[in-house]
């Protein structure tokens, strides 16, 4: 390790930190880190570490280690992040990292030192194992323990270390896989050195964290307990065995200490020549809740003392009530007024046969059947037992039971509280479980955490599944973790109407004086609102500036953001860590996310924007230098969970009024010509990168048909690439394929185009008719007929059934005009048709600079009195030699009053064959298989979302109607005698006010065209 120094982070190290994670990725099995100077200052400022350690290179940063306060435990210190850049592996950095945090423990004053890692990671095991730490055998994770401090600082065993070097002289064998001895349920983890004759042994009980043996060429002390597994109320043996080996006796005085539910009133003072063997007696107390199976267990702690030396000897014990009797529901959301079956899960901790006999007892809320219980099991049986129970509103329930148990040679009673949770669809109530404050508001329901003080808060839909959770506040800067470990002052609950309030008071002991609220209220549409109130009670003026951090868990997959002025979309990204966005490009305060059928959503206030560090999103609150009697009120942060079904309207409800639909991007965007998919000679195609990665790699864009000139490029960390192509021929729609290969990483995104072809758009007119033709494609209206297009051909096929030049009776219609027509619901054609229209060729030029000409078919209500002033324009819009008609009504609003949500439609009688039974429609729909529906003697409809298709069995060409409304459903409706298709939009406007409504494609193409590929067709608009 020449040249390596060790170094406490300071920010001038933060751009070669940054490095150092980019080149890190080897170690992390390939996980790649895009961090940057500013990412890793952020990161350390809102850390709540006590020390970070780097390892230099000269100017090179190539190892990292940082130091936490172990909060899934008591008594030890944690290594959060220990990492060795992937070119410096293998000269002992990591080593001395670890060390550098084994000798910080020390000097805190811990016993003990923890990490996490995962099991494959065989490279580092073998280090983390030689700096003394052992790995734990267990099945959820990969923990390793370190009680070298505990060694060091321990009085018997300082000595020795004068002449053994911890480090050098263990002769502990190095295994890469879990550590631990097994004897009678008890797992102990040991230690051995050896140096010039000198050998020395120390044995930890995993489950208590404690030492329980010691061995050196002198003597040698065990501590055994009979048993892990101890029903409470009863006593049991602790055994010692201690040999002499010297010639002098050992002068040994042994004390009992009380800890937790352990009472343990024994003392002895006693000489040992060669050996004795002592037993004692400690009780087991009542306990309320069962052990967690990985913390630290109560402990039977001896405090033994040699020649006047003393150390704490510690046994875990597993404590256990004489039986585990819970109430388990088989379902999440409960129902009223019915029986519903649930269970009694019942365990005999006793090794012998034992009876159990308790009462359910009833309440207000609900009963049970039965609620007698007389239940006889063998030794540690366990059993589970159907019950019905009846509900007749929502609630918590907590009882305290007595439980009877007979034995072979005693009877006894114990006390036991059973609980559940009956949350309903419309009740609303509060409570406290064992772990757990809940409030219940319908369906939706607040967890607080305050099992072993950890103070955080879980947001949920009971009736479905997504969750967000709320860790517990830090105050700093640097941040500490105060509130974790410690429990709350006090809680309240209170109501008001359909609003549900929880308040958490806390009082801070590192800032004197300051106290604070975290409220949080919860409505029953699943809208949640928490934010913190702060008071400072000291007597001058704070000498410090006081800031708040406060984490909220939130998914960040498929998820929405305005991001750097546009729509982002995520969807189910690559590489999609809240690492890799910048917080500070958010331009409006919210994020979407969808997972499956779970919506989340999150709102806060411009002044506290949502900040994003490595792992975690949060919000800090910056309180300045608080005066006496100061307060400060932060502004709320807003939650939902399936409130909003999409993100247009959380946007909506986030900034209080509604807004236009603007397309969204995904976070890596590919675009033909800015969006329009209108394309002539030269093409421009872009992919962006939104996110902050430095991905480098190959960029290639073909087309399906091959009419687009096949171009490439290299994508760099600009995460911006611009190519320029042209058109080979016109042959039609077509589809642009993008394939990117970036370093281990291949997809691919689809655009469709449609080339424009040379000329004009031709127009005639001879009596009442009008037609244009744009070379493939005529389309034709009458002055006198109806206001409605009533043909349209393609390569001179009819598409649309109409009764032109005369209306008539057909289906469920009397008049009956058919083709394509516009209109209210509440107004029929035979009203429409009596009012004066008029048809006229137009030329319009859309946002995207595409020169549409057609027809335009215009009407005024003037005889309905509901309608009275409202001029529809219809237009049928054309390009040269391209398969599209472009529909789109714009109409001028003079009724005299607001118009409020107006359902438009547009009505299409469709002809895909001259032969009626021999005509089709294909309904797709997401996440569901393509169904297509054949005319026949049966009246058929269908709603779609995408596109909606019609096929013929003589055709070739298939007739798509795509929708870019505001509302996207398509009706499809045939019966005996009609095919038709219903395309409705809502509109809204002033008195005066003229608006563009019900924008649709019909596009023609031998293929069916995949909806996904048409989504630029939404860019294509007039203002």
Not at 745 to 768: H, M, Q, W
Not at 805 to 822: C, D, E, M, R, V
């Amino acid at each position: 390790m020449k040249n390596i120094k060790i170094v406490k982070y300071e920010h001038k190290y933060a751009a070669a930190t940054a490095v150092m994670w980019q080149n890190s990725s080897k170690g992390w099995n390939g996980e790649t880190f895009f961090t940057t100077k500013q990412a890793v200052i952020t990161e350390e400022e809102n850390s709540i570490c006590l020390n970070v350690w780097l390892a230099l290179s000269g100017k090179l940063v190539v190892g990292y280690c940082n130091l936490f306060e172990y909060q899934a435990d008591t008594g030890a210190l944690y290594i959060g992040l220990l990492n060795v850049r992937d070119d410096h592996h293998g000269q002992k950095i990591g080593k001395v990292l670890a060390l550098k945090a084994v000798e910080r423990t020390i000097e805190l004053g811990w016993e003990r030192l923890d990490l996490y890692t995962w099991t494959g990671n065989t490279k580092a095991v073998p280090l983390y194992k030689k700096t003394g730490f052992f790995w734990e055998d267990r099945d959820d994770t990969t923990h390793l323990v370190n009680f070298i401090p505990s060694v060091l600082n321990n009085e018997l065993l300082k000595e020795y270390f004068k002449d053994i070097d911890w480090y050098e002289d263990s002769i502990r064998k190095i295994e890469v896989k879990p550590d631990g001895r097994k004897e009678n349920e008890f797992e102990y983890l040991t230690y051995e050195w050896e140096k010039g004759g000198k050998h020395l042994l120390a044995e930890f009980c995993r489950r208590g964290r404690g030492l329980r043996k010691i061995e050196t060429n002198e003597f040698a002390i065990t501590v055994t307990a009979e048993d892990l597994k101890l029903v409470f109320g009863d006593k049991y043996k602790i055994k010692y065995e201690i040999e002499n080996k010297t010639k002098i006796p050992l002068k040994i005085e042994i004390k009992g200490i009380n800890e937790k539910n352990i009472k343990f009133d024994f003392s002895k003072k006693f000489s040992v020549k060669k050996s004795e063997t002592i037993e004692a007696e400690f009780f087991v107390e009542a306990i309320e809740k069962e052990q967690n199976t990985w913390k630290t267990h109560p402990n039977v702690i001896s405090e033994i003392s040699v020649n006047g030396k003393k150390s704490l000897f510690k046994i875990g014990i597993d404590p256990k009530f004489p039986a585990k009797i819970s109430l388990v529901q088989t379902d999440g959301i409960c129902y009223k007024d019915v029986e519903t079956e649930m269970f009694i899960d019942i365990e005999n901790c006793f090794k012998e046969d034992a009876v159990f006999s308790f009462e359910l007892p009833n309440t207000d809320c609900v009963s049970f059947q039965p609620k007698k219980f007389k239940i006889a099991l063998k030794s540690q049986e366990k059993k589970s037992i159907p019950i019905k129970y009846f509900l007749k509103k929502g609630c918590i329930y907590v009882q305290e039971v007595e439980v009877k148990v007979v034995k072979q040679n005693s009877d006894f009673i114990f006390k036991r509280k059973l609980e559940s949770f009956f949350p309903t669809y419309t009740d609303m109530f509060y409570g406290k479980r064992q772990d757990f404050h809940i409030i219940s508001n319908g369906k939706y329901v607040l967890y607080f955490r305050y099992k072993d003080h950890i103070n955080r808060a879980f947001f949920m839909d009971y009736a479905a599944s997504g969750r967000i959770f709320f860790n517990y506040p830090k105050l700093g800067k640097p941040y500490r973790d105060e509130f974790n470990k410690r429990l709350y002052d006090k809680v309240e609950y209170t109501s008001e109407g359909s609003v549900s309030r929880f308040t958490v008071y806390y009082s801070s002991e590192e800032i004197k004086g300051l106290k604070f609220k975290n409220i949080f209220e919860l409505s029953a549409n699943g809208i949640l609102k928490t934010w913190l109130e702060f008071e400072f009670y000291g007597k001058n003026k704070c000498q410090k500036d006081i800031q708040m951090k406060y984490s909220v868990g939130v998914p960040f997959a498929e998820t929405v953001m305005h991001y750097d002025g546009k729509l982002v979309e995520t969807k189910s990204d690559v590489k999609n860590e809240p690492m890799n966005w910048d917080c500070e490009k958010f331009t409006e305060p919210w994020i979407f996310s969808k997972q499956d059928e779970i919506t989340v959503g999150v709102i806060w206030n411009d002044d506290n924007p949502l900040q994003l560090g490595d792992w975690e999103k949060f919000f800090e609150f910056d309180l300045g230098k608080m005066k006496a009697g100061a307060k400060f009120s932060t502004k709320p942060i807003i939650c939902s969970i399936n409130t909003f079904q999409n993100y247009k309207e959380l946007r909506n409800y986030a900034q209080k009024k509604k807004l236009k639909n603007d397309r969204t991007k995904e976070s890596f965007h590919f675009e033909i010509n800015d969006g329009n998919p209108f394309v002539n000679e030269n093409i421009t195609l872009s992919i962006h990168e939104f996110k902050n990665i430095n991905v480098k790699g190959n960029i290639v864009i073909t087309s399906q048909k091959g009419s687009l000139i096949a171009v490439s490029g290299r994508f760099t960390e600009n995460r911006e690439l611009i190519l320029e192509s042209h058109l080979t021929e016109n042959k039609g729609i077509d589809v642009a394929e993008m394939k990117a290969e970036l370093e281990n990483l291949k997809f691919s995104r689809n655009k469709a185009f449609f080339p424009i072809g040379k000329g004009k758009i031709d127009y005639s007119k001879s009596e009442d008719r009008h037609e244009v033709c744009n070379g493939i494609i005529s389309l034709k209206a009458s002055d006198k007929f109806g206001p409605a297009l009533y043909s349209m051909k393609y390569k001179e096929k009819e598409w649309l059934d109409s009764s032109y030049p005369t209306p008539i009776a057909k289906s469920w219609w009397k008049p009956w005009i058919g083709g394509i027509y516009l209109s209210p619901p509440q107004a029929q054609i035979e009203s429409i048709i009596k009012e004066k229209y008029s048809v006229k060729f137009v030329e319009k030029q859309d946002t995207s600079g595409n020169k549409w000409s057609g027809l335009c078919i215009e009407f005024t209500f003037k005889k309905n009195e509901k309608f009275k002033g409202l001029k529809v324009k219809q237009y049928f819009l054309l390009l040269p030699k391209v398969p599209v008609v472009f529909s789109i009504a714009e109409v001028m609003q003079n009724t005299g009053r607001y118009i409020s949500n107006q359902y438009m439609q547009a009505a299409c009688f469709l002809k895909p064959d001259e032969v009626f039974t021999d005509s089709s429609f294909l309904r797709k729909a997401e996440n569901c298989d393509d169904v297509e529906i054949i005319v026949g003697d049966k009246m058929q409809n269908r709603q779609t979302k995408e596109c909606a298709i019609f096929k013929s069995k003589n055709r070739k060409e298939i007739l798509h109607i795509k929708s870019v409304s505001n509302r996207r459903d398509i009706y499809m409706l045939l019966d005996t005698s009609v095919i038709s298709a219903w395309i409705g939009d809502m509109m809204k406007a002033k008195n005066g006010e003229t608006v563009f409504i019900n924008p649709h494609f019909y596009i023609f193409n031998e293929e069916v065209i995949d909806d996904s590929v048409l989504v630029d067709l939404e860019n294509i608009r007039f203002e």
